[in-house]
């Protein structure tokens, strides 16, 4: 689906380096600032248990996983949405994604530096929504100055309604809020969806901690009483032992040594469920004996949609599609045996699909 979430933060909070563990685009990370300019993008796979245990019984030639796209963001600065340390650039390159992780500093250590001159987790994330939400104003008033115009016109009814809509953006951005706080209808949303708005992606908070607050500390702490209000997840994650896991070709070493952390998971994995979560998808398999593929469509995609992520005659054609539930596949152990005890349901162009479903379309084009 081509989506991608976009890794930002100041310089040296640990962007890259968490980067370079999700990803195998290996990005440069140094103690400087402005390591990265270009935009690093990394093709991820998406951790899914559901997916060996359907290969167990399939036997397929090949597993295929899902994915999402992570792009790391060069370190935004004061002043970025003024065009300070590249800003402009940066700036656009977040525009350009679906969703933002925000990767904050939570450690203490001299030998790292930080591009403020000391560790304060809530002043960071201060500096970069500010200068989200200031661009995002510039690009609210610019509409604004024209829409307006034509809203003064009684006839203009769409125009007034997109000037009521931009109001509400600008008097959120105006108060230092950001646009995602703005509620709207779906209709309202689609009004100005062409405005793309920085701070109207959906968001999660990394804490970058080290070894010694894997469950947290005082500046994690700090930040999820100022998120509490934001409808945004947090992560607690020592990018340095991530780097260290990623290095690790042994699933035997990798399991020894998180057994030693007192962790079930490599935190990137969370991260990369919880970024799959943040873009609102969900997952539906094929089974066959060629491959079992994991397809990513949207949570409340309809048949005719999950069909055409395949191929778009597959939705242009849709006939019916035939659905097994996750659960029953495993627990009866063929398509035969579900069919046979009428598990495998015929659904139409109104089925929605659920996270999990195994399905196999009918289309004629």
């Keep these: 689906m081509g989506l991608q979430c976009g890794i930002v933060g100041l310089p040296n909070v640990g962007k890259s380096t968490l980067f370079n563990c999700l990803s195998n685009a290996k990005a440069v990370a140094a103690n400087f600032p402005f390591c990265t300019i270009e935009p690093n993008i990394g093709v991820i796979s998406v951790p899914d248990d559901r997916l060996a245990k359907l290969a167990a019984i399939a036997n397929p030639q090949k597993i295929v996983p899902a994915t999402i796209e992570i792009v790391d963001i ?4 004061k002043g970025a949405s003024k065009g300070e340390g590249l800003g402009n650039q940066f700036l656009g390159n977040i525009r350009d994604t679906n969703a933002i992780i925000h990767v904050l500093r939570c450690f203490d250590n001299g030998n ?9 987790p809530l002043r960071d994330k201060d500096i970069i929504d500010t200068e989200l939400q200031l661009k995002d104003l510039e690009t609210v008033e610019k509409r604004l100055s024209k829409v307006s115009k034509a809203a003064k016109v ?22 230092g809020k950001s646009a995602r706080s703005v509620i709207l209808s779906d209709e309202d949303k689609a009004i100005v969806a062409d405005l793309h708005l920085l701070t109207v992606k959906p968001i999660l908070y990394v804490c970058n901690v080290d070894e010694s607050s894997l469950k947290g500390n005082k500046y994690t702490d700090l930040v999820k009483a100022a998120v509490k209000d934001e409808n945004a997840e947090v992560l607690i994650i020592d990018a340095g032992i991530e780097a260290e896991i990623s290095q690790m ?4 070493d990798r399991k020894a040594f ?7 998971e490599p935190g990137v994995n969370k991260l990369i469920k919880a970024a799959y979560h943040l ?5 539906y398999f094929t089974v066959g004996e060629i491959e079992v593929r994991a397809w990513t469509i949207y949570k409340g995609d309809r048949a005719p949609q999950a069909a055409g992520v395949i191929h778009t005659d597959f939705e242009k054609g849709f006939i019916k599609a035939e659905v097994i539930a996750y659960d029953d596949f495993i627990r009866l152990g063929s398509e035969a045996a579900c069919r046979e005890v009428g598990k495998l349901m015929i659904q139409g162009k109104e089925y ?3 996270d999990g479903d195994i399905m196999h379309f009918r289309f004629n084009v």
């Design 74 to 77: 060069a370190g935004l600065v």
């Design 249 to 252: 070709e042994s699933p035997e």
């Design 154 to 175: 009684g006839s203009d009814k769409a125009a007034q309604k997109e000037n009521e809509i931009l109001n509400l953006y600008y008097n959120c951005l105006s108060a």
């Design 279 to 283: 873009l609102n998808l969900q997952t």
């Design 352 to 354: 929605v699909v659920k």
């Design 258 to 264: 998180l057994d030693d952390l007192g962790l079930d």
């Design 112 to 120: 790292v530096i930080h591009v403020e001159g000391h560790v304060d």
